[in-house]
């Protein structure tokens, strides 16, 4: 009895027996017994059907059937490749099984063990196939995986196999590749499309044949015509022939020499950097130690490039970095041109002195030019010091510090200035940073304290004061403002020091039972950095004193640099109610112009045209400003007044108002006590380094009065 093909598969496997041959039924049953699955088809028509349909892992043909297979080849398209045990009636009908495929062949009548026996060995011929078609592919899946490209050669240098990333690594359609190819067949193809090194195929194959004969493992890097760099690793194999895996290393190799570029390089501008400095520093130590020959150092930064990034921004201020590089590397003449960090720059240049000079007068002209950048003008400028070898050092340390001391001293006596290191200068640089340490703390050791001297009208009414810094170093005494505001300046201790200055002027000034006004010098660097307008409002709040009795002095140095944020902000701050003042009137070269941009509300004159007022240019120059604030109606006060005939000058030129020795030093404002309506207060001792140079012959010391004259 047939049993109805079923298409569901179990794990056994599966025979079909076709044909009626009278030994079929005990062949089932056996095989049954052993675990494995059978079908019986009686005819050719229902074993082909079930054949078809079920795909079995053997057939067993009998003799009827097996003709049949064997004779028509069209009918058994599709299945012959399932293997198949053909029964046949004679040993001649063996060979034509065997032609259509049979893989064994047993001549009846069969006994039934030797059947089994042969169909049990053809099972596990089938399953140890299945185990390796199954490790196969799992071998291709890791070889096609793996990020390199692979393959293995025998001894005869054929290709036994590789994965198609072998092909690709070269350039090639993995279906140029084919096992049974020469590793000269395979070089040829390689050069065809350049993915080759920069040598002869014969050679490059020579050289593959001294590396196969090694018998050690060999790893190399190849750079190829294409510009690929290949990595590859080779192993010999115990028959002679060798596994390589070959790896495109362009994207590893590249990256290793932007690193490498970038451990000497600055990523903004190019330039190398400090370290690439220290590295070529020392080597013409080394050189010019054995030579004799000098070298110097030159050592520059940009001036005002802080206003720059703080007014325009960092882009901006990157982009004028970038363009200062540029200026340098096309002036320097083939000089070694290094950026340390921020804008400070250094050149490594072997010449003489004078060349080196006329170097630096180059450098200096080439970054003083504006720069146009973004559709915006930028003033440009640099300050430079310049340390020779062996003159100002003969080691690294010594040179870059000389050099940064020698700018150092430029930038004091600059902008644009060139300066050659001098002995002196590591002093007075040692001096003028440990004077920044102690101005630090001099803040809060409460080192500082704010002096007072009078402003009074023509006719001798004292109008107010002028809150002064002063510094009384614990061990160096008083420290003139000359020497300790530009150190403030050049650091953010100014915005600081600033914001107590206002703050303390406004607090005592609210006290006075006189409603005098106070004035208070604001510093460029206050308009450059935080909010000031927003400081004064605070403090006018906190103190309680009324905002027209505070009167703000700027220089010309606050609307050079950045003009339109300066006026802006000045109206903001006249906004609040208080009053601006242009102080040291007519010693810039553009004072006319910022009278007319902003209405300012006093002029004062500077006194280095009231101590040369005998001269006939001081005094031409104080009658024109004298008539230019009455022509603009705004009141002018002379500072500087010492002497009486000073003062007699002014009054004859009808000048408003007057500030100097002659009315009063500059004072803690308890020795001021009447003035400011405090009678009952005594004066406070104070050292006499504190007040000043002595009076001149001839002047008029106030006597305690609130007028004089």
Avoid at 526 to 544: A, P, R
Wanted: aromatic residues 6%; contains cysteine.
């Amino acid at each position: 009895m047939i049993k109805p093909a079923s298409p569901i598969r179990s794990s056994q496997p599966l025979i079909i027996l076709a044909g009626n041959f009278e030994d079929a039924a005990p062949v089932a049953a056996r095989l049954r017994e052993l675990g494995w699955s059978c079908v019986c088809s009686p005819d050719y028509p229902t074993f082909e059907q079930q054949a078809r349909l079920l795909k079995p892992d053997l057939l067993l043909l009998d003799s009827g059937v097996s003709d049949a297979f064997v004779g028509d080849g069209k009918r058994r398209k599709g299945i012959e490749y399932i293997p198949a045990i053909h029964l046949v009636s004679a040993a001649a009908d063996r060979a034509p099984a065997f032609a259509a495929g049979a893989v064994d062949c047993v001549v009846k009548p069969i006994l039934l063990e030797e059947l089994v026996a042969r169909i049990q060995v053809r099972i596990e011929l089938l399953r140890t196939q299945k185990q390796l078609d199954q490790c196969n592919m799992q071998f291709t899946t890791i070889l096609e995986s793996i990020g390199q490209g692979a393959c293995l050669f025998d001894a005869d240098q054929r290709l036994v196999l590789s994965n198609r990333r072998y092909a690709k690594v070269y350039g090639l359609a993995p279906e140029m590749i084919q096992p049974g190819m020469t590793l000269s067949d395979i070089t040829e193809l390689r050069y065809s499309v350049g993915a080759c090194p920069a040598v002869a195929s014969d050679e490059y194959l020579a050289w593959c044949d001294s590396i196969n004969s090694s018998p050690s493992s060999q790893d190399w890097s190849m750079e190829l015509k294409s510009g690929k760099v290949i990595r590859v690793h080779h192993e010999r194999t115990s028959d002679g022939g060798w596994v390589s895996t070959h790896e495109d290393i362009t994207e590893h190799r590249t990256a290793e020499r932007q690193i490498a570029h970038l451990a000497l390089h600055d990523p903004l501008t190019d330039l190398p950097n400090r370290a690439a400095l220290k590295q070529k520093l020392d080597a013409m130590l080394e050189q010019h130690r054995t030579q004799g020959s000098p070298f110097a150092v030159l050592c520059l930064d940009l001036d005002r490039f802080k206003e720059v990034n703080d007014v325009f921004g960092h882009n901006v201020g990157d982009l004028v970095l970038c363009l200062a590089a540029k200026r340098l590397n096309a002036v320097a003449q083939g000089a070694f041109v290094a950026r340390l960090g921020g804008d400070e720059f250094m050149v490594l240049v072997e010449a003489d002195a004078n060349s080196i000079a006329q170097l630096a007068d180059l450098i200096i002209s080439a970054l003083s030019e504006d720069a146009d950048i973004e559709g915006t003008r930028i003033r440009m400028g640099t300050s430079l010091g310049v340390a020779v070898y062996p003159a100002d050092g003969d080691s690294a340390a010594d040179l870059m510090g000389n050099a940064d001391a020698a700018l150092y001293r430029a930038k004091a006596d600059g902008p644009g200035v060139a300066r050659f290191f001098e002995p002196q200068m590591d002093k007075w640089l040692r001096e003028r940073r440990a004077l920044q340490r102690d101005l630090q703390a001099a803040i809060s050791q409460q080192q500082l304290s704010v002096f007072y001297q009078p402003q009074a009208n023509i006719g001798g009414d004292v109008t107010g004061f002028e809150a002064l810094l002063r510094w009384n170093h614990p061990s160096q005494g008083n420290i003139p403002p000359s020497v300790f505001i530009p150190i403030a300046e050049e650091s953010s201790l100014m915005i600081e020091i600033g914001a107590w200055v206002l703050r303390e002027a406004c607090r005592e000034a609210a006290s006075w039972p006189r409603k005098l006004s106070v004035a208070v010098n604001l510093s460029p660097v206050q308009f450059k950095h935080g909010d000031l307008t927003g400081l004064v409002k605070s403090v006018l709040i906190e103190t309680g004193l009324e905002p027209e009795r505070l009167e703000l002095e700027i220089t010309e140095g606050v609307l050079i640099n950045d003009h339109e944020r300066a006026i802006s902000t000045l109206g903001h701050l006249k906004a609040l109610g208080v009053r601006i003042a242009m102080d040291d009137f007519g010693t810039g070269y553009s004072s006319l112009s910022y009278l007319q941009s902003f209405p300012f509300d006093k002029i004062k004159i500077d006194q280095s045209f009231v101590r040369n007022i005998g001269l006939s240019q001081s005094s031409a120059i104080i009658r024109a400003v004298i008539g230019l604030g009455r022509g603009l109606d705004l009141p002018i006060i002379a500072e500087g007044v010492e002497t009486t005939d000073q003062l007699a000058f002014l009054t004859r030129e009808l000048c408003d108002q007057v500030q100097g020795y002659l009315v009063g030093r500059p004072r803690p404002i308890s020795d001021y006590a009447k003035h400011v309506g405090r009678a009952d207060e005594q004066p406070v001792s104070i050292p006499p380094d504190m007040l000043g140079l002595p009076v001149a012959s001839g002047t008029y010391s106030p006597s305690g009065s609130t007028s004089f004259g």
